[in-house]
C-alpha cells in the first residue's frame, strides 16, 4: 500500500543525521514567583540563594564511551546535486528535504560528472559483544562503514540487518579489548517534561551534547504505518541520526531520528524512536536479519463525519476497513469493506495506526480476537495472523474525502478489459468507472475523480453502471443524506463519504 502524507508533513519533515549520547544531570532547584513582590530596599537586602543550574556533566562522562561515530561509504551520486565547492545540495526551504546523509564529498576519480560521498552519523554499543544501533537511513546504499570509538578507535562494521518501517539499522564490530556499552530503558515511563540529553556527531564535529525536555510521546509524523515517535526540544542536526537519548538515570530511552523544520536546521522540534521499539526490532534483527510482523490483508482508513453518517457508524471510533485482500487471513475470516474494527485482543482502537500497530505484534500463527462493527451491529471475531509477504505494511491509509452538498453529480461507465488495464485494477475487479464528475456537486466535493471505480454502495458491492445507480436511489432515499462510496483508485481501495444534506447550501 503506498503510504500517503500530510502536505505539512511533506513540506517540512526532514530525518536529519543525529547523535545522541548520554543524558544525565539533575533536576532544575524550585522556583516561586509572587504575586506583589514588596520594595527593597538595597543597603539592606539580603541576597537571595542562586538556584542550581542543570549540570549533565556526570552523566556525559558515564555513557560517553559508548556512543560512536559512523562513517559509510556511499555509491557515485551526480554532480548536479552539488554546489560549486563539491558539497551536496539537499532541498532547502518548505518543499522535501533530502535526510542529509552526506557529511562531506570528495573526488573519486574516473569521470567528471559524479562523486562519491561519505555519510556520517552516529549510533551506540547496547552489548559487549560490539553491537550497535543506529538509524537505517544512515547505512542506506552504503558500500562500507567504519564506527569510530570516542578513542579514535576505528572499526570495520558489519549491517546485520535493517528495518527501514521503523528506521533501525544493527551493526557488529569486534575488538580486541572490550567495549563499553549503555542499556536500553523503557520508553513506555517516559513523561512529556522529563530532561533528556542527546549527544553525537553533528555537522561532522565529534561527541557534542545538547539538552531539553520530552514534548511530547507516540506521535504520529506520518513517516510509516508504526510511528511512535518520542517528541523533544533537544537540538538535534545533521550528523546526529542514530544516537542515543537519555533520560538522567543514564538510559536510553530513544534513538534520535528526524526533524520538523522549515530550514533543515533544529528548530526545537525533534523525534526519536523508541527505546521498546528499539529493544523488539533489534533482537529479530540479530537473530534472523529480518522484522517479522503479523498481517491481516486490510487496507484501513479513519472513520469520519461523513462515511460514519452514511453507514451508521459512530464518528472517530476505530479502523474503517475499505479494502480486503483476497486469500488474506482477514478475508478467511470472514471481515469484509465496511466493518469497522474496534479492538483487538481487548485493546481499543481508536484509529488506522492503532490497528497497524496492535497487528503488527502479534506474532504470525497467534489469533487476533476482534471487535468488529457490522452494519451498526457489534460482533466479535477471530482472526489468525499471517506473516507479512515482502513489501506489505500494516495499511494506515487516508481516504479522501470531505463534507460537500446537492446532488451526487456522476456519469458512471461500464468497465471493460481496456479500462480495467489502464486503471492497474485487481484481477476480476467488477464496478462502475466514474466517467465525469461535475464540478460543484457533492462528488467533486468529496473528492472523486474520473477513473475511479466505484465497486460498492454503503456496505452493497455493486457490478456495473446498472447497480451501482440502482444502489445510489436506494441509499440516498428518505432521509439519508449521505453516502459512503467504496472505490479504486490507483490500484487502492477506499472510502469516500459523500454529504449530500442540501440544507448546508449557501
Do not use: C
Not at 66 to 83: F, G, L, N, R, Y
Not at 139 to 159: C, F, H, I, Q, R
Not at 444 to 459: C, F, K, R, S, Y
Amino acid at each position: 500500500m503506498n503510504k500517503q502524507y500530510r502536505p505539512w508533513r511533506r513540506a517540512a519533515l526532514a530525518a536529519a543525521l543525529l547523535a545522541g549520547t548520554s543524558l544525565g544531570g539533575f533536576a532544575l532547584g524550585p522556583m516561586a514567583w509572587a504575586d506583589n513582590p514588596a520594595p527593597v530596599n538595597p543597603s539592606t537586602a539580603t541576597p537571595a540563594p542562586a538556584h542550581a543550574l542543570a549540570d549533565f556533566s556526570g552523566l556525559v562522562a558515564q555513557v560517553k564511551p559508548a556512543v560512536v561515530s559512523i562513517t559509510t561509504k556511499m555509491k557515485a551520486t551526480p554532480a548536479a546535486m552539488q554546489d560549486e565547492d563539491g558539497n551536496p545540495m539537499p532541498g532547502r526551504g518548505m518543499g522535501p528535504q533530502l535526510p542529509f546523509p552526506f557529511g562531506q564529498m570528495v573526488p573519486h576519480g574516473g569521470a567528471p560528472q559524479k562523486r562519491s560521498a561519505e555519510a556520517r552519523g552516529s549510533g551506540f554499543i547496547i552489548d559487549a559483544a560490539g553491537t550497535v544501533v543506529t538509524n537505517n537511513h544512515v547505512v542506506k546504499g552504503a558500500t562500507s562503514v567504519t564506527v569510530t570509538l570516542d578513542d579514535g578507535t576505528e572499526l570495520p562494521a558489519k549491517v546485520i540487518g535493517t528495518d527501514p518501517r521503523t528506521d533501525i539499522a544493527v551493526l557488529k564490530v569486534k575488538s580486541d579489548k572490550p567495549l563499553p556499552y549503555i542499556q536500553l530503558g523503557n520508553s513506555r515511563d517516559v513523561k512529556p517534561g522529563e530532561w533528556v540529553v542527546a549527544m553525537g556527531n553533528p555537522f561532522g564535529l565529534g561527541g557534542t551534547v545538547t539538552a531539553g525536555i520530552v514534548s511530547a510521546v507516540s506521535r504520529d509524523i506520518g513517516s510509516g504505518p508504526y510511528d511512535q515517535f518520542i517528541q523533544i526540544d533537544a537540538p538535534i542536526n545533521q550528523g546526529n541520526s542514530g544516537g542515543p537519548l537519555f533520560t538522567q538515570d543514564g538510559k536510553v530511552i530513544g534513538m534520535n531520528t528526524a526533524i520538523l523544520s522549515p530550514t533543515g536546521g533544529s528548530v526545537g522540534i525533534g523525534f526519536a524512536v523508541p527505546s521498546d521499539m528499539i529493544r523488539t526490532v533489534t533482537a529479530q534483527l540479530e537473530k534472523s536479519g529480518h522484522v517479522t510482523r503479523g498481517y491481516m490483508g486490510v487496507e484501513t482508513q479513519p472513520v469520519t463525519a461523513a462515511t460514519a453518517k452514511a453507514l451508521k457508524l459512530p464518528e472517530n471510533g476505530g479502523a474503517l476497513l475499505a479494502g480486503v485482500s483476497a486469500d488474506s487471513p482477514a478475508a478467511k475470516a470472514g471481515l469484509q469493506p465496511g466493518d469497522v474494527i474496534q479492538a483487538v485482543n481487548g485493546t481499543k482502537v481508536s484509529n488506522p495506526r492503532d490497528l497497524a500497530l496492535n497487528v503488527a505484534a502479534i506474532q504470525p500463527g497467534q489469533d487476533a480476537n476482534l471487535t468488529v462493527l457490522r452494519d451498526g451491529a457489534q460482533k466479535d471475531m477471530t482472526v489468525k495472523v499471517g506473516s507479512m509477504p515482502d513489501q506489505k505494511v500494516a495499511s494506515n491509509e487516508t481516504g479522501a474525502e470531505s463534507p460537500s452538498r446537492g446532488q451526487l453529480g456522476v456519469a458512471l461507465a461500464q468497465l471493460s478489459p481496456e479500462i480495467r488495464s489502464q486503471l492497474d485494477l485487481p484481477e476480476g475487479t467488477k464496478g462502475a468507472v466514474v466517467e465525469r464528475v461535475r464540478p460543484g456537486s457533492p462528488a467533486e466535493a468529496a473528492g472523486l475523480q474520473p477513473g475511479d471505480v466505484i465497486v460498492g454502495v454503503n456496505t452493497q458491492s455493486v457490478t456495473s453502471p446498472s447497480e451501482a445507480v440502482k444502489a445510489l436511489k436506494g441509499a440516498m432515499s428518505g432521509d439519508n443524506k449521505a453516502v459512503a462510496l467504496r472505490i479504486y483508485r490507483n490500484g487502492q481501495a477506499a472510502f469516500v463519504g459523500v454529504n449530500l444534506d442540501q440544507s448546508n447550501q449557501g
